[in-house]
């Protein structure tokens, strides 16, 4: 979850993730949260965030768009996105993405894990989700 004080507007990111977990698939995850932090734009961009499936096999997890206006190129936009609702088919490998512009920016990788297998790294961090 990406937390903006509406006193200091500092953004705090809680319950950090890069994997979830749960005991069938499919899998319903309540909330999700999306923080990024975009520089070097000129005016007016049109921003397009989604989770995908590794092969791109299927619809987007999630697909969203949104619109940030750069004054100036050294300004630092932050957004924080909280979804709910995500559904996951499949164990398996994701990408989160983010598109600027139409043009790709980063991707990084969310892990669905079913409960007893074990992710690829020991250092995944997992966000367990009852059903």
């Given amino acids: ?39 070097d734009g000129r005016g007016k961009m049109p921003i397009r965030m989604r989770i995908i499936d590794t092969d791109e096999t299927r619809e987007p997890v999630v697909e969203t768009e949104c619109e940030v206006e750069f004054s100036d190129p050294r300004m630092i936009v932050e957004l924080c996105l909280n979804m709910q609702g995500l559904v996951f088919p499949e164990a398996g490998e994701y990408r989160c993405q983010v598109f600027a512009g139409g043009e790709f920016l980063i991707e990084r990788r969310i892990l669905a894990v079913q409960a007893g297998d074990k992710p690829d790294s020991q250092s995944e961090d997992k966000g367990e989700v009852d059903q």
């Fill in 1 to 39: 979850l990406a937390w903006r004080d509406p006193g200091t507007g500092k953004t705090t990111l809680l319950g950090c993730f890069s994997a979830v977990m749960g005991r069938t698939f499919p899998l319903s995850v309540f909330s999700l949260g999306l923080y990024v932090a975009l520089t």
